[in-house]
């Protein structure tokens, strides 16, 4: 079982920037794909970037391609999304979450899809708005 705390989210004004952070524990994460989702209350929730513990085999959402980055530190075991000009339309509840199977890259039409991911955290809230 992989425990994910994160946190940075806040709010910002159009424009601005955040970088969100994903702490994990437990089962080892250097071998599980992991990606950001959000969700807004009444919405289903959306993958926004993945990444692999070695960097490689990203994914982006089109919403967020040349906005966002996703980065990975093992040696701390964190887990980064880096938001710059951020939209109103962006206001979400951020999750980090990790795949269930360990040293397996999703196919690239499935790295953003929910079910593939077995452990989530709690969310941060990011708010845009002027």
């Known amino acids: 079982q992989v425990e994910l705390v994160e946190s940075g989210g806040g709010s910002v004004q159009p424009g601005g920037s955040l970088r969100l952070s994903c702490v994990a524990s437990g089962d080892t994460t250097a071998s599980h794909y992991m990606a950001w989702f959000r969700q807004a209350p009444g919405k289903e929730r959306e993958g926004v970037a993945g990444i692999y513990y070695t960097a490689s085999s990203t994914a982006y959402s089109d919403p967020v391609k040349g906005r966002f980055i996703s980065a990975k530190d093992n040696s701390k075991s964190t887990l980064y999304l880096q938001m710059d000009n951020l939209k109103p339309n962006d206001t979400d509840m951020y999750y980090c979450?990790?795949?269930?199977?360990?040293?397996?890259?999703?196919?690239?039409?499935?790295?953003?899809?929910?079910?593939?991911?077995?452990?989530w955290g709690q969310g941060t809230q990011v708010t845009v708005s002027s």
């Open positions: 979450s990790a795949c269930g199977s360990h040293h397996t890259i999703p196919l690239p039409h499935r790295r953003l899809t929910s079910s593939l991911y077995t452990s």
